[in-house]
Every structure is written in structure tokens, then in C-alpha cells.
């Protein structure tokens, strides 16, 4: 993984942020000129909060890459969790003000569907994170930075959640979204830790 490392080293972040933009506009095109079929604003809407879900599953790779396979993507993750914070917000914007519109019609669906209710969780969840997304967070915080940014682990089954409760019927894709993000956050325990406690428990 070395000499792909070094070639990482030389990508500059900007780059990262500037791929990761591009997908937006290119959706809104195919979206005003049909390119999204007969459901524009629902196919707007899906596949930003796709393209949120699979930036959230790279963000949660970053640490479980580095560990098992030694390829390090640290220099790119804020960058990663600063687009997936955008795609998210695109995605309850096109939901707000493309889809519902009416004010009392959106706190309506938020409490009376559980889907729409996991997902806004989802969202507030997120919020504090994107929010602290900057050295001056990082300073300011101190340790509690770490512990306050763990909150992209519920954030993120909870997104999956959204995306298996939302799709109509038995759909194979979302739960393969939420298998993902739980592999992930079991490969970020301390397996070897966690076995040691539990052999020095059954010796006692």
C-alpha cells in the first residue's frame, strides 16, 4: 500500500471536494431536462440521498482501511464527511421544497411517518457534526471533538434505517447499505480487547 499512499499524499483536498461537488449539478441537469424519468423530483431526491449514503459508508472505511489494509485516507475524511453533511442537506431540501412544500404538511409527515421520523433524526444527528467540521471545533473542543463526532455511528444506521423503511417492498439494495455500515462499525471495536476481558472473565 506504500506507493499507493504516496500517490494519496499528492492529491490535494480541494480535488476531493471538487469530484465529490460534480454529481449535483449533473443530477439537477438530468432532473429539469427528463433525463430522470417520469418522477424527476422523486428520482432527485433518491438518488441525492444515495450518493449521501454511499459518501457515509467511505467516510466509515477510512479507519477500517488504514487498520486491516494499511491505505490511508485520513487527509480526505473531513472533506468526505463535509460532502456527505452536503448531499444530506440537498437530499431534505429536494424532499422540502420540491416534493411536500406546504410547511404543515411536512411536520405532518415527519410525525406521522416513521421512515420520514428516522431520517430527520438522521439529520440532527449530523448537524453538530458538519457544524464542528473545522480546526477551530478541533481546538476549541479538545478531546470531547472525538466524542462528539461519534455521533456519525447512530447517524449512519440510522440513515440506513431511513433508506430500508423508505423503499416499497422487499429491495435488496437497502439492506445491503445497512449490512455495510453495521460491518463497518464492528470492525472499528477492539476485537483482541474485547476477547481478552472476556477470557479474564471466565477465568475468574
Known amino acids: 500500500m506504500q506507493p499507493v499512499n504516496q500517490i494519496l499524499r499528492k492529491i490535494p483536498v480541494w480535488g476531493v471536494y471538487l469530484l465529490g461537488a460534480l454529481p449535483a449539478p449533473w443530477l439537477l441537469y438530468l ?4 433525463g430522470l424519468g417520469v418522477e424527476p423530483i422523486k428520482a432527485l431526491e433518491h438518488e441525492l440521498g444515495e ?17 486491516h489494509l494499511g491505505l490511508n485516507l485520513m487527509k480526505f475524511r473531513r472533506a468526505i464527511g463535509v460532502l456527505t453533511f452536503v448531499y444530506i442537506s440537498l437530499h431534505l431540501l429536494t424532499w422540502l ?8 404538511q411536512i411536520w405532518a409527515d415527519i410525525v406521522k411517518r416513521p421512515y420520514i421520523t428516522v431520517g430527520m ?14 480546526n477551530w471545533s478541533v481546538r476549541r473542543l479538545g478531546p470531547s471533538w472525538r466524542k462528539l463526532h461519534r455521533l456519525v455511528y447512530p447517524a449512519a444506521i440510522l440513515g440506513a434505517l431511513h433508506y430500508v423503511m423508505l423503499a416499497k ?9 445497512l449490512v ?5 462499525l464492528v470492525l472499528r471495536l477492539p476485537i483482541p480487547s474485547l476477547l481478552v476481558r472476556w477470557r479474564q472473565v471466565d477465568s475468574a
Request: aromatic share 6%; hydrophobic share 60%.
Open 97 to 104: 421544497v420540491l416534493d411536500v412544500q406546504l410547511p404543515s
Open 180 to 184: 455495510i455500515i453495521l460491518g463497518l
Open 51 to 67: 450518493l449521501a449514503l454511499q459518501l457515509l459508508i467511505l467516510g466509515l472505511a477510512v479507519t477500517p482501511l488504514r487498520r
Open 31 to 34: 432532473a429539469v431536462t427528463g
Open 169 to 177: 417492498g422487499f429491495q435488496i439494495e437497502p439492506l445491503i447499505y
Open 121 to 134: 433524526a438522521a439529520f440532527l444527528l449530523m448537524l453538530p457534526l458538519a457544524v464542528t467540521s473545522n
